[in-house]
C-alpha cells in the first residue's frame, strides 16, 4: 500500500481553524495519547482485565472529530474506541475503571475494554463485531432525519472492516435514504496482524469504493488534526443540511500491536520508526510552536492532561470490584434479568 | 368484534400503534408500496405516509442495525424479516448486538422494537423458506420472543410488543396468515409473557405454539371423542417470557406433559419446557414427557412430504394413544 | 433507472458466432421459453406445488452462457433457475417434476422449484436465500484454480443480490485470490416488486461497482444472446487462463411477475409493452432470419422443442408422488438422518 | 505419547490430514503468517505453503461459502471462524446452505468440511467473544457438532471430523487452548459420536462438555472426598451425533441426571438431554434431572462477574448436594 494521502479535492482550506480549536485539539490528542499510555502501564502492573486495543498513533482522528462534533452528535466505535469515548467527553476514571472491571467503570465492568459507551456523552457505543456498527450509525442518522433534529452520527472503523457485508449495505443504505451519518474508515494499514493490502482488491479500501454509492471519494492523512477537523466540519454541515452520507478514508498508523496480546512482529523492519516520525501528537505540537504557541502554553496543557490521568487512574484503582449482583441486572428494562415468571 | 384474518390483524395492530404514536415507524423489503409479499402491510403506506412506512434494499443487516440505532435514539421501529429463514444473514445484529447492548452498556442503552417475521411450514416452499427458528431466538439472552397463534393475539401481542421497552422478535406463522377470527373492537393491546389454557382435560396436558396450537385442539377434540383421553390444552404464545407458572401448573393438573414443536427436534422450545418441568414438577409426573416435533430434517418442499413432516393432527393423536393412556 | 444499454468497450466483435452456434443459441433460448411457459400452464391446472420464479423474457442470458460453458464448468443460481438448470442439459422432465413434488423431479420433490440442481451437468444448485451462493461459486472456482483445471465458476444473480453483504464479500474475496468466476447479475429493473432504483446508490448496481473490486465495470444488453454469448467468451476464457474474476451486469426484463403469486400491477403503464418489443427470442428469430437462415429451419426447432417439452411433460404427469421414506434420508452421507445412536 | 497443550493438538491435527491427503487446505483470518489469534495454527504456512494455507479478508459469508463451494467441488477444506460469536455474522451459510445443501438435493452434493471455531468464556473478553453456541448448531438439522475437552480429543476428532464426509462444526474451548495433555503419537484418529465415560460412580450422573467437563471431574473429586456422594462424569464430546446410548446406559445406573453447561440456560443441548432422558427412561429416575448452566444472561466481562457467572466447580458441588441427596 502506498501511503501517501494526496490532499482531496474537497479539503476546504476555508475552513478557518481559530487558535482556540487548535489548543484544544492539541489538548485533546494529548488527553487521548497519555491515557492510552496510562492504560497501557495498568496493563504491565496486570491491572487491566481481558483484551485492550489502544489508539496510540490514531489520535488526530478522533480527537479532531472530538472537537468538531456538537454535544448532541452521536459517535458509534469499535473495540478499539478508548479515543472516540473520551473524546466525547466521557469520564476518564469511567474508561479506566472500564478497563480495569471496576465499579466506576463505565459500564459498571459488565462490557469491559471493548464496548465502552457514555450515552449522556454521545458515546453510543463500542462494538466489537466488525462491520455491525454501521447500520446502526445509520438508523441513529434516520432517527435524527425523522426527528429533524439535526444531529450526525459519526461512525469509526478500521480499513479491515471495509471488507465485510454490513459495509456494503449501510453505505448503500445510508446513500438511498440521504442519512446524516459519517462513515470515518481508519486506514491503519491492517486488520490484525495480516496488512489491509494483502486481502483487498482496491488501494484504497475506502475511498475506492465511495463511488459504489455515489458519494465523493475522500482520502485524507490521518495524523493531520487540522486535515481531519476540516473534512469532520466540512462533511458533518453537509450532512445536517440534508446532503446526506460521507465516507472518508483517513490513512493512519497504530504505534503497537493490534490488541494486548500482539507484539506486532510482522511489521516490516523501519516501518514505525518511519511512522514515529509523523506521529499526529508530535507533528502538532510542532505545528503549534511554528504557529506562534509558547512553549509554556503547551507546557501547561500536557502538565494538566497527566494531572487528570493521574486523579482517574487513582480513582480507578480505589474503586471496588463490582458486586456480583450485576450479574443479573440490566438484561430488560425492568432492571432485571427474568426470563419466566 | 370484527373478524379479521391473522394477516389482516398484523396491519390492524401496526396501524393502532402508529396512530397513537409518532415514533413509531416501520420498515422492511416491499412492504410499503407493496403492502409485504404476505399482504399483511397492505395500506400502511396510505395510511401514515412514504416517511414513516419504508421499503428498503435487499440489506437485511442494515435494515436491523438501522431499526436498532433508530430505537436507541428516540423511535420505535418496527422492522420486518419477510421470512424467518432469513433472520440468519442478519443473525449478529440480533444476536450479537441487539439482544446485548442493554446488558453490555449496564442499561444505558434501552432498545423498544420490534422485528416482525413470516415463520413455519406448509407453504411447500422448500428448506430455505419454511423453517421455525423460534429456537434460535429462544436460545439468546436479551430478545423477547412472541409467537400467536389467533387473530385476536395478534393483534394484541403486537401491539404490546411496539409498547414494551424492550426488543421483542415477533414470529407469525405463515400457514396461519388466511385464518380468521374475532377481534376486539377498538384499542386492543395484550400482555407479553402469558400462556393461555384453551380447554382443560384430566388426563394429559399438551403445550404448543403457533400453527400448532390448532392441531394440538384438532388432536384434543378426536382424543376426547373417539379415545376417551381428555386433554389441556395450552397456548404458550410467548417463549421469552416464558409463562412457567401457567405451564407448571397445568401439568401438575395432569400430570402428564406432551409439547407439540414444528421445529426440528434438537434444542426446541418443547426440550426447555421439558427439562423445567422434570426438573421442577418430578414428582407430580404420572409419565415420561413426550415431544411431538418435525424430525431433525431440513423441510422438504413436496406437498406429500412436507404434510408428513411437521406435526399432523393424525400423528399426535397417534402418538398420544400411545404413550399416555 | 435508464435502461439503454451502452455497448461495453469490450464487446469483443472479433469473437465470431458460428452458425451452428447461432442455431443453438436459438434453439435453447426457445427451450426455454417453451418450458417456462409449460411451467406457468402447469399452475394453472393446479399441478405446480410451491412458489415457482419464472424467467420468461430472461432466456438469452442463460442460453448465452449455456451455450458458451464448457460440460464441466459449473452452474450457481437462484430461486429463479429453471433456465439456467435447463441450459446445463438438465433433464426437463427433471425440472418440471420437481415443480409439481414427483418422484421424477431432479431433487426427488425434497427441494422444488427454488433449489433445482443436477450437478452431473455442472448445476451446482439454485440457492433461494439472496445473496449466499456468490461465496459458493468462488469457492468452487478456487477448487478449479487450486486442481489446475481451467474449469469456470459461473454465477447468477439478480439486481437486488447487489445490495446484500455477501455481494460485496464474494467479490472482493475473488478478485483478491484472482478466482476463474464469473458473476452474471441479470438487472431486470426490480428486486421482488420494488424497483431497483428506488433501493440502489448508483444506476447500475452491478457494473457501477466493479471498480469497487477493481474489476472492469461491463454493462451488456441481456435481451441479445449474441452480446451476451460473446461477453461470456470473453470473460471465461479469459478466467480460465488465471486472468480472475468479471463481474457482467446484463440488463433484461421479466415478462411475468416476481413469483406466481405476483400479478406485477406495480409495474408504469407501456413497460411491459416496450420490453415485448424486445423479446429476446422474437429479436434472435428475427436476427437469424437477416442472416439468411429460413423459415422453415426455425420452424422445425420449434417444433422439436415442443415435443420435446410435450414428451416431458407427460413423464412428469405421469410420475408418482415421493415415496415417504424420502423424509428422513439423504440428510447426512450415510444416507440417513440420525442425529443418535 | 508426547504431551501437547490443546492449541498445539490443533496444529498437529491439522498438519496430519494435510500430510495425508492433498485435497485438504486450510482458510481463515489471521490463519497463515501469524498462525491464528489463538496460535493455535502456527507453522502450518511454512509447512504447507500459501497455496494451501490461505489468509482471508474479514468476509466470513465469503469464508464460509468458498469452503461450501470448495467442498463440493472435491477439496476437503477446513475453514477458521476466530471466534464462535462470529459464527453469527455467516449463520445463513452455515445453517441454511451448509447444513441444508445435501437434503434439498437429495443427496447429490455433499459437504466434506469443517469449520473450526474458538468458543466459550473466561478471557473477559465480554458478551460478543465468550459465548458457547454449539446450542445454535446442534437446532439444525445437518451439520455435525463436536467440542473436545482434552488435547487428545482434539487432534483425534478433528482428524475424524476432515475425514467425515459431512460438514462438522467443530468447536475449541478458548478456556483450554494452554491445557496439556498426553496425545498418543504417530497418526492419530477418533470416531464422532462417542461420549466417553471418565468416571464412575452410583449416586448421580454429570454429563458435561467441553470446559464444563473439567470443572465436573473436579466436583465429582470433592463431592466423592467430601460429601460422599459419588459421580458419574460423562463428556459429551459430540452432540451431534449425540451417543444416547452412553449417557442413557450410565443414567439409568444411577438413576439422577445432572448436566453442567456453559451455554445460558435456554434451549441448550442440556435441555435436549434432559427431555430425551425423561421421554425414554422416566421410570429409571430417582429424582428430578437438574440443569447447572450459565444464568440466561449475555456476559459480563469483569473478573469476577464472568467467574461467578458461568458455572464453577463450587456451585457445582453446591447445587448437587443440594438436589441429589
Ligand atoms: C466479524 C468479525 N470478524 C473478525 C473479528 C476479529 N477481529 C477483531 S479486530 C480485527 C481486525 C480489524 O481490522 P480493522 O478493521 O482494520 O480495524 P483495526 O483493528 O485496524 O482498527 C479482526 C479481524 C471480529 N471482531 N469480527
Ligand atoms: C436474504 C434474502 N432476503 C430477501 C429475500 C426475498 N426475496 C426473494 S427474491 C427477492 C428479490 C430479488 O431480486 P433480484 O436480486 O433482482 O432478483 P430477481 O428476482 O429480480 O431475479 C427477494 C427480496 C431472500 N430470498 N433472501
Ligand atoms: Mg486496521
Ligand atoms: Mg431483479
New binding site residues.
Partial sequence: MDTTVKRKKTESPEIEIGRETRLELYRLQVELRYCEKRAYDLFLQNLVKGTSHLSLGQEAIAAAFGVAMRPDDWTFCTYRGHAHTLARGASMAGVLGELMGRECGLLGGKGGSMHLTDVTHGAMGSYAIIGAHLPVAAGAAWSAQYRGTEQVAVCFFGDGTTNIGAFHESLNFSAVWQLPVVFVCENNLYMEYTPIHAVTAVKNPAADRASAYGLESILIDGNDADAVYRTAVECMTRARKGGGPALIEAVTYRHSGHSRADPAKYRPDGELEKWLERDPVKIYRERLLHLGFTEGTLQDIEAEVTRKVDEATAIAKASPTPSLDGIERNVWADGGAAWRN | MAELTYRDAVAAGIAQEMERDERVVFLG??VAAAGGVFKATVGLLEKFGPRRVRDCP?S?QAILGATMGAAMTGLRPIAEI??SD?LA?CWDIVANEIAKMRYMTNGQIQLPLVIRTANGAGSRFGAQHSQSVENWAMAVPGIKVVAPAFPADVKGLLAAAVRDPDPVLFFEQKSLYAMKGEVPDGECIDELGKANVLRSGKDCTIVALAAMVHRALGAAEILEKEHGISCTVVDVRSLVPLDTRTILSEVVKTGRLVTVEENPRLCGWGAEVASIVTEECFWDLDGPIVRITTPHVPLPSADQLEDNTIPSVERIVREIRQKID
Wanted: negative net charge.
Fill in positions: 423489503e416491499d435487499i437485511e419477510m421470512f432469513f444473514v
